[in-house]
């Protein structure tokens, strides 16, 4: 069974920096298949950051130059270095990872809460 665990989410200023982590366990794909999500209140789930399986990486643009996905070497852990964090940024964070054919998200954690204030 895949079990997908994140931490650290945190409460920070404008300006601020977090990084959440993610461990996998029971996921036995390409452990380059993850990403991350968010979703703010009252808003849709909106993808935040893809690694791919050729080890490209994906962001969506308001993110981009503040945030980096990257993954440990060798372990199922998947990390969201976020940067210059805004206010727009708070959401629950989640983690997922794509099934066999690193297409389509089927796993999911529980999330994980950052919220910034000004």
């Known amino acids: 069974q895949v079990q997908l665990v994140e931490s650290g989410g945190d409460s920070v200023q404008v300006g601020g920096s977090l990084r959440l982590s993610c461990v996998a366990s029971?996921?036995?794909?390409?452990?380059?298949?993850m990403g991350w999500f968010r979703r703010a209140a009252g808003k849709e789930r909106e993808r935040v950051a893809d690694l791919n399986i050729d080890g490209t990486t994906w962001y969506t643009d308001p993110v981009k130059g503040r945030f980096t996905i990257s993954k440990a070497i060798g372990s199922n852990t998947l990390y969201l270095q976020m940067n210059s964090l805004k206010p727009e940024d708070t959401a629950v964070y989640y983690c997922?990872?794509?099934?066999?054919?690193?297409?389509?998200?089927?796993?999911w954690g529980q999330g994980t809460q950052v919220t910034v204030s000004s």
């Open positions: 029971g996921y036995t794909y390409n452990s380059n298949c």
């Open positions: 997922a990872a794509r099934g066999r054919n690193c297409f389509t998200y089927e796993y």
